[in-house]
């Protein structure tokens, strides 16, 4: 019995140890991935202003580094290596969304529920919030305004809402064959997580985007190489 006993807390000994070597290992990975990211980061930075009289370059170097940033945010803040705090993550991409695009669009973060997020879904999902974020400031405000990024829970789900107040969608939008504002990247990388992405018109005015996360990570994003 008691080399029985000897053997499984041997075993548990190493196993605690292979958990503390795979964390380690993951830490050290989001770290480098972040570094990476944040000298591409700069490096956008640097030429968006060697080209100050070309407002369209100018522009486009914006918006990849604004989804660069994005990005960070999902390997800035991992409470471990498997989960990662939502509504955390929510307010690092609105203040960096506001860093790029402030004054002209104001981003807020409504949370009713703390929510851990799996780590492989952080990457894809800052791009899709990216996107709808820059889409509403962009194309529903003439002049800026406010956006809300509002974290809930749908039922048995996760959803975020992406919400602005300004003149909305036109009439016959379809967000199947939309295929401009960002649009088919939103969708191509919904479905990449397994998320469904939705809109309705505002309360009052304006548009509210809807990304519903899935339960759990799909498998196929378990098999996608690590980036």
């Known amino acids: ?22 964390d380690r290992l993951l830490e050290e990975l989001n770290r480098r991935v972040y570094d990476n990211l944040s000298a591409v980061a700069g ?24 989804r660069v940033l994005g990005m960070m945010s999902a390997h800035e803040g991992a409470v471990t290596p498997d989960a990662i705090a939502l509504d955390a993550f929510l307010h690092r ?20 529920h703390t929510v851990m997020l799996d780590p492989l879904l952080a990457a ?36 975020i809402d992406v919400g602005e107040l300004g003149r909305g969608l036109p009439d016959g939008f379809a967000l199947e064959t939309g295929a401009s504002l960002g649009l088919p990247l939103v969708r191509e990388l ?15 005015r304006g548009t509210v985007f809807t990304v519903q996360l899935p339960a759990s990570v799909p498998e196929s994003v378990r098999r996608m190489p690590l980036t």
């Open 1 to 22: 019995l008691r080399a029985s006993q000897h053997a499984a807390e041997k075993q548990a000994a190493e196993l605690s140890r292979s958990v503390a070597d795979r």
């Open 43 to 66: 490096l956008l930075e640097h030429e968006q202003h060697s080209t100050p009289t070309d407002p369209t370059a100018t522009g486009a170097l914006q918006d990849i580094r604004a």
């Open 93 to 112: 991409l609105a203040k960096q969304l506001a860093q790029l695009y402030g004054p002209r669009c104001s981003f807020a973060v409504k949370v009713s």
């Open 124 to 159: 894809p999902l800052s791009l899709v919030l990216t996107e709808l974020a820059l889409h509403a400031c962009k194309h529903a405000y003439p002049e800026g305004g406010p956006i809300e990024l509002a974290l809930r829970r749908d039922g048995s789900s996760v959803a």
């Open 190 to 204: 919904a479905a990449q997580i397994g998320a469904r992405v939705s809109w309705r018109r505002g309360a009052e």
